[in-house]
């Protein structure tokens, strides 16, 4: 089994600032690339960032020069910094990890519970 756990979401007002933790346990052989990404109320889910096992990163237009995405040195955890934060922000957060759970198995997307982001005007 592996699970993914999210923390840090919240209410904040315009403006502010909130950082997202996610941290994965269970039967993990390797992980890959690790990402966040939201879904707003009758919208489809979409990227907001991602980050592979390198440090590479990538953000959504909506997220860069806003957002940092970082992993931590357990590399099976990952943050997201956001900072001025806007009402079009809000949105389930929803942490998303690839990983192999053998060293003969293939890559496999796992994903959290979802963590609420409510941003006030």
């Known amino acids: 089994q592996v699970q993914l756990a999210e923390s840090g979401g919240g209410l904040v007002q315009a403006g502010g600032s909130l950082r997202l933790s996610c941290a994965a346990s269970g039967s993990i052989f390797r992980m890959n690339a690790m990402g966040w990404y939201r879904q707003a109320p009758g919208k489809q889910r979409e990227l907001v960032a991602h980050?592979?096992?390198?440090?590479?990163?990538n953000y959504a237009d909506s997220a860069k020069g806003r957002f940092t995405i970082s992993r931590g040195n357990a590399k099976n955890t990952v943050y997201l910094e956001m900072n001025s934060l806007k009402p079009e922000d809000t949105a389930v957060y929803y942490c998303n990890a690839e990983l192999a759970r053998t060293p003969s198995s293939g890559w496999v997307n796992y994903w959290g519970q979802g963590t609420q982001v409510t941003v006030s005007s």
């Open positions: 980050i592979t096992s390198g440090g590479g990163t």
